[in-house]
């Protein structure tokens, strides 16, 4: 199968950084191993893709895990907004994703949440989001 979430990764990664609302609350880091980034991030979780060919086309659709992580004196309020403007920035916006050499005709963000982490002290985000793409 063609690397149709490698091609969505990079053109993921490109838009939320150079995203202004976004890049306002986490400062352009969108990253894909957080290893020691500062606070708050957002992460490309996962990429799950499953074809979806038909007769006359060949493609995929790739659910897509981001988590965003704030900083504990930021709290809800923080991810609540990191969350809100990243699924703004996605929602609806096939066209702000190049995903070369593929095409994508659909990009839904799903839901997102905001939850307590299990320190009691910072805030966990995760959206999930489907993006539709084909063979060019």
């Known amino acids: 199968m063609a690397d149709y979430a490698g091609a969505l990764q990079a053109a993921l990664v490109a838009h939320l950084v ?3 609302p976004l890049a306002a609350l986490i400062g352009g880091r969108v990253v894909d191993e957080p290893g020691q980034v500062a606070l708050p991030y957002l992460q490309i979780a996962s990429l799950d893709v499953a074809g979806d060919d038909t007769d006359l086309t060949t ?15 930021a709290g809800k309020t923080e991810a609540q907004a990191i969350c809100g403007a990243a699924a703004a920035a996605l929602h609806r916006r096939p066209e702000a994703l190049d995903v070369a050499p593929f095409t994508i005709s659909e ?3 799903q839901t997102w949440i905001v939850q307590r982490e299990g320190n009691g002290l910072a805030y966990t985000g995760r959206l999930a989001a489907l993006a539709h793409m084909d063979a060019a």
């Open 18 to 20: 150079a995203d202004a």
């Open 107 to 109: 990009i839904e963000v």
């Open 59 to 73: 493609g995929a659709t790739v659910q897509v895990g981001l988590v965003i992580r704030t900083r504990p004196a």
